[in-house]
């Protein structure tokens, strides 16, 4: 398709389109509206007023080049500044020559304590071919709005287009959110599809990841905040809203946003903060994992009251977590809160209950899903719907009583559990429990990647492994492991125990197979973590 093909589609005019507020700024005063024209027009500004008054007033526009893999185009930001709070305006934009019909909006109200926003994650759709149909996420989204008349913006976490490095899916999604955007700010989080592009978007070869998320920063850097880390701003930024702080965090240079995240939220006197970040710490999937994220943004994760995220399109809301142990109340870690598919697409990841989650909900049918949050002083309510009406979850975070119902309580277990991605071994491990020996944990090798679905032949004093394309040999009384890479040496030799079975020291496993293996001590619970998302099958002959 040639870019003279693509303008008769949905390519850039000189008539003013893609037309979205965002907040950036003091949202009881200002509001700002993003806008895209082709390269023929220069300039541009917005035209507001109060709605009932005959005074209108003038809010010239930044201008930024947009040059995509199919159109050129011009994007345009104007704040609208000098407001009256808790006050209703009607706007235009564009110039001279070209105007957008008259759109309304409404500011915040000072000191605001009490207000609802909706949550969204994972809307992305269609595959190469022209033009993106978003359709069906604006008909959900439309409806889901008029059920909750009372949102004051849109919150996501990320994945907002299936291929953010190309105009197509970006032109499409903006075309879902037409006739919503226009009177609501649109706060976008990027996840990993948001920065995915491909040399050949029509034949999806060639793939690769824009890490700055040109696309994105591209179009969106006057719409938000730039007050995010030195070299990746815009795809991390900050807002108040309310008696909120928000922090919607990227998905790359995590060492550098969590100093930032730390900075940003010592700076706030806000009774609630939220962060949204497309990963999901505790997530659901089988064989997902969340190395590139929480073990380097730990720190600056858990300074938040509620962490949206998304990633794998299934619901799960987790008991509060903090520097690696579940608690039962709000003020002893953060709640993540993971959203569901906001538009028809059910998940691919196996989701299953995960010790970690308070409340889940598989989500594994051709149904949207999305969440409402109600703040209300110091008590918080957050509740999940599937398109169809039902209620995945309802949770109530009350600050006052530093209590969450409905009421649950974080695992606690006499006996060490082994724990790998989150999921019990069950009745794998019902008579081979982990031991402390000597000071340093062991556990019985063969019973933990059999579990996984890799191999452990069982000799005469020998356990031998392959998984994740590494191979070691643990031998009973020794605390050497035989590995491809050579010899590792263990903290502990190997040992006899529970049905015989031989326990090794968790240091030599993690060494050998490149697996991370925390220690939750008020849970009593050891949890293994690889990267890797393979999913390990026999060989049938």
Known sequence: MTKEEWKKIRGSHREPDH?????????????????????SVSDGYAEYREIGSEEWFMACAEKGDFISDI??????WAHMENLKPDTAYEYTVGNGECRSEV???TTAPENLEDFEFICLSDFQTGGPNPPA?????????????????????????????????????????????????????????????????????????GKYYSEKVEYFSNQFRGSYPYNGPEDWKTANYSF?????????????????????????????DKTWKFGSHHFPICYCGSDLACDDSYPMMMEGMEKFDVMFSGHEHCFSRSFPRRNE????????????????????????TLPMPKLWNAAWYAHDEYLAMYAIAHVSGKKLTLTSYVEDGRIADRCVIDKKNDSIEPIALAPVFRKCR?????????????????????????????ILFRYIGFGAEIGEGTVSVKAYKHSAVFTL????????RGEVAMSHEVVKLHRDQLYVPVDGICKAFDIRCNYYSRNNILSFEHESQEKPVPNQL
Not at 174 to 199: A, C, T, Y
Not at 243 to 258: K, L, Q, R, T
Not at 331 to 342: D, Q
């Open 71 to 76: 159109d050129e185009s011009h994007i345009f």
């Open 19 to 39: 037309i979205m507020l965002s907040i950036n700024g003091d949202a009881a005063t200002s509001m700002t509206v993003t806008w895209r024209t082709d390269t």
């Open 240 to 268: 108040d809203y309310g008696n909120a702080h928000f922090n919607a965090i990227g998905i790359s240079g995590p060492e550098f946003v969590n100093e930032w995240l730390i900075e940003d939220t010592a700076k706030t």
């Open 418 to 446: 082994m724990m790998f991605k989150g999921a019990d071994l069950g009745l794998c491990v019902r008579e081979t429990p982990c031991e402390c020996v000597d000071g340093v944990w062991c556990v019985p090798a063969a």
């Open 103 to 105: 759109y309304s909006f």
């Open 133 to 205: 149909d978003y359709t069906s996420f604006n008909e959900f989204l439309k409806k889901a709005l008029e059920k909750h008349p009372n949102v004051r913006f849109i919150l996501t976490a990320g994945d907002n287009t299936n291929c953010g490095q190309t105009d197509i899916q970006w032109t499409g999604v903006l075309e879902g959110f037409k006739g919503i955007m226009e009177r609501i700010p649109l706060m976008m989080s990027v996840g990993n599809h948001d920065d995915m592009g491909f040399e050949d978007y029509f034949t999806f070869t």
């Open 477 to 484: 009384g020794s605390n050497i492991a035989h590995t491809d």
């Open 325 to 348: 142990n579940l608690y039962d109340k709000p003020s002893e870690g953060t709640v993540f809160y993971n959203l569901a598919s906001g538009n028809h697409n059910p998940p691919g």
